[in-house]
């Protein structure tokens, strides 16, 4: 049967019966940009968001498996679930990243066998057909396949916010970083048609969008696979990540442009000109260290060394002025010593991050790192990620002082939490501004904001 005829049988079941899905997203960007296209499908089928979990006839659970941690959030939702499964037959459909794991799919099939779909990362699009099998025929649904996945173009989509949207530009990851799982589960690195992504962003700038991010594991390696995986022979001149940067910046309507995330072992010259050249992206860019010590890197397989990624860092503040630098932090790797783990202290130090997202190591089945015998102890993993925050957080404030007196443009996201006759927006590098409205402005525009205090976990300023 057609995809169009299946989604008009769901349709047409369950019409009049005011039904209602929740989605549960776990991990990174990539994974709510594949939930917005999940909301997408679903609600063309004829569900509507529930407000409240409880009244949800579908719970679809977006899954990752990056850190243990977001496993054992998932495992104690679907507990929580079982009831409301006995007491009205709520749908329970689970896809993403941790579904591609054999292990893991393993333990679903055995020990929650109440669960009706399993979809995979490669398998998304399919979700229309795989609930008119559990709807109409009445069957359990296990769809995950291994291979990498061709790109598809056109699902529907509900996105989350009204002025910033998320585009994907690449899947998967071909790095094999020895402590990762991605390149396992979302498989090898594909990028779309970059006329495929230009179309997608003129088409939300007629719709009202304004910021756009670029979502890659890798973006800096986009064009890397000659467009393999494209349905159709892709006849763009736009082959690289500088060149697509360059090609969005051009579409009138977007105003900010961001992405996520780069390599530094890929970070080119030709994109630090295109960030330089185009006031439109932001000049907060993320750029994962995730150890200082060359000989941890290495073993962590990242391609560039302690000084390497100094020297990036300082081409970049160099070339691109007023620019701001977040990073990812990984502490007790297999094997880091005292010494290494001070390495990463010092780079920290040196660069002067303006945000750390900062993790403690967790053990991956299927990586090389997890195989290694010498684990770091759990309590001094512990001692190293409160060591980190600690001068992350004594950096902060010495951060916030360097805003006082600038002039920061700020999309006004709506009133603030704690003062309702206040905005609240975001400069570049994600601090929260509040400010007064000045009658003008409304939430959604970018307003040009003077910054002139600082409290330590938000800046507060007013409209020039
Ligand atoms: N343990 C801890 N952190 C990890 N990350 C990826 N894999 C692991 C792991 N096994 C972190 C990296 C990456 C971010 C998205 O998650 O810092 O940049
Ligand atoms: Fe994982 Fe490394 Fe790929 Fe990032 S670049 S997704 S950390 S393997």
């Given at each position: 049967?057609?995809?169009i005829?299946?989604?008009?049988?769901?349709?047409?079941?369950?019409?009049d019966?005011?039904?209602?899905?929740?989605?549960?997203t776990?991990?990174?960007?990539?994974?709510?940009?594949?939930?917005?296209?999940?909301?997408?499908?679903?609600?063309?089928?004829?569900?509507?968001?529930?407000?409240?979990?409880?009244?949800?006839?579908?719970?679809?659970?977006n899954t990752c498996?990056?850190?243990?941690?977001?496993?054992?959030?998932?495992f104690?939702?679907?507990?929580?679930?079982?009831?409301?499964?006995?007491?009205?037959?709520?749908?329970?459909?689970?896809g993403g990243?941790?579904?591609?794991e054999?292990?893991?799919?393993?333990?679903?099939?055995?020990?929650?066998?109440?669960?009706?779909?399993?979809?995979?990362?490669?398998t998304l699009?399919?979700?229309?057909?795989?609930?008119?099998?559990?709807?109409?025929?009445?069957?359990?649904?296990?769809?995950?396949?291994?291979?990498?996945?061709?790109?598809?173009e056109?699902?529907p989509?509900?996105?989350?916010?009204?002025?910033?949207a998320?585009v994907?530009?690449?899947?998967?990851?071909?790095?094999?970083?020895s402590?990762?799982?991605?390149p396992?589960?979302?498989?090898?690195?594909?990028?779309?048609?970059?006329?495929?992504?230009?179309?997608?962003?003129?088409?939300?700038?007629?719709?009202?969008y304004?910021?756009?991010t670029?979502?890659g594991?890798?973006?800096?390696?986009?064009?890397k696979?000659k467009?393999?995986?494209?349905?159709?022979?892709?006849?763009?001149?736009?082959?690289?990540?500088?060149?697509?940067?360059?090609?969005?910046?051009e579409?009138?309507?977007?105003e900010?442009?961001?992405?996520m995330s780069?390599?530094?072992k890929?970070f080119?010259?030709?994109?630090?000109e295109?960030i330089?050249?185009?006031?439109?992206i932001?000049r907060?860019?993320h750029?994962?260290?995730?150890?200082?010590n060359t000989?941890?890197?290495k073993?962590?397989?990242?391609?560039?060394?302690k000084?390497?990624f100094?020297e990036?860092?300082?081409?970049?503040?160099?070339?691109?002025?007023n620019?701001?630098?977040s990073?990812?932090?990984?502490?007790?790797f297999?094997?880091?010593?005292?010494?290494?783990?001070?390495d990463?202290?010092?780079?920290?130090?040196?660069?002067?991050f303006?945000?750390?997202?900062?993790?403690?190591?967790?053990?991956?089945?299927?990586?090389?790192?997890?195989?290694?015998?010498?684990?770091?102890?759990?309590?001094?993993?512990?001692?190293?990620?409160d060591?980190?925050?600690?001068?992350?957080?004594?950096e902060?404030?010495?951060?916030?002082?360097?805003y006082?007196?600038?002039?920061?443009?700020?999309?006004?996201?709506?009133?603030?939490?704690?003062?309702?006759t206040?905005?609240?927006?975001?400069?570049?590098?994600?601090?929260?501004?509040?400010?007064?409205?000045?009658?003008?402005?409304?939430i959604?525009?970018?307003?040009?904001?003077?910054?002139t205090?600082n409290?330590?976990?938000f800046l507060?300023g007013?409209?020039?």
């Amino acid at each position: 049967m057609e995809k169009i005829d299946l989604v008009k049988e769901v349709r047409n079941e369950i019409k009049d019966k005011n039904l209602k899905y929740t989605i549960l997203t776990f991990g990174c960007q990539l994974n709510e940009n594949d939930s917005e296209k999940i909301a997408g499908m679903v609600e063309e089928m004829g569900y509507s968001k529930a407000d409240n979990f409880e009244d949800s006839n579908l719970v679809i659970f977006n899954t990752c498996c990056v850190r243990e941690n977001a496993e054992e959030r998932l495992f104690g939702k679907l507990g929580e679930i079982k009831k409301m499964k006995e007491e009205k037959n709520t749908i329970i459909a689970i896809g993403g990243c941790m579904m591609q794991e054999k292990s893991m799919l393993e333990k679903i099939k055995k020990s929650y066998r109440y669960v009706d779909i399993v979809f995979g990362t490669h398998t998304l699009q399919t979700l229309p057909e795989d609930l008119y099998k559990v709807i109409i025929e009445k069957q359990k649904v296990k769809n995950v396949i291994d291979i990498d996945g061709e790109i598809i173009e056109g699902l529907p989509i509900k996105r989350n916010d009204k002025f910033r949207a998320q585009v994907t530009i690449m899947y998967g990851c071909n790095n094999f970083c020895s402590y990762c799982i991605v390149p396992y589960v979302r498989g090898r690195e594909r990028s779309r048609d970059p006329e495929d992504i230009l179309e997608e962003i003129r088409g939300l700038a007629k719709e009202g969008y304004k910021e756009i991010t670029l979502l890659g594991q890798n973006v800096n390696s986009y064009g890397k696979d000659k467009f393999k995986y494209c349905k159709k022979e892709v006849k763009s001149d736009i082959d690289n990540f500088a060149k697509l940067l360059r090609a969005v910046c051009e579409i009138d309507g977007i105003e900010i442009v961001k992405f996520m995330s780069p390599h530094p072992k890929d970070f080119t010259f030709d994109v630090i000109e295109a960030i330089r050249d185009c006031d439109k992206i932001t000049r907060m860019i993320h750029l994962p260290l995730q150890s200082g010590n060359t000989k941890v890197l290495k073993e962590m397989n990242r391609g560039y060394t302690k000084e390497e990624f100094l020297e990036l860092a300082k081409k970049m503040k160099d070339n691109i002025p007023n620019l701001y630098l977040s990073t990812d932090i990984i502490v007790g790797f297999p094997g880091e010593t005292e010494e290494e783990f001070e390495d990463t202290l010092d780079v920290v130090r040196k660069v002067g991050f303006e945000q750390i997202f900062m993790f403690i190591y967790s053990k991956r089945e299927g990586t090389k790192a997890a195989a290694r015998p010498d684990q770091v102890p759990e309590e001094i993993k512990h001692q190293r990620f409160d060591r980190l925050k600690e001068l992350y957080d004594s950096e902060v404030e010495a951060q916030n002082k360097r805003y006082i007196g600038t002039v920061q443009n700020i999309m006004i996201e709506g009133k603030s939490k704690n003062d309702e006759t206040k905005y609240c927006g975001r400069t570049d590098s994600n601090r929260v501004v509040v400010f007064n409205p000045n009658g003008k402005e409304k939430i959604g525009d970018i307003a040009k904001v003077r910054i002139t205090e600082n409290h330590k976990w938000f800046l507060t300023g007013e409209i020039v």
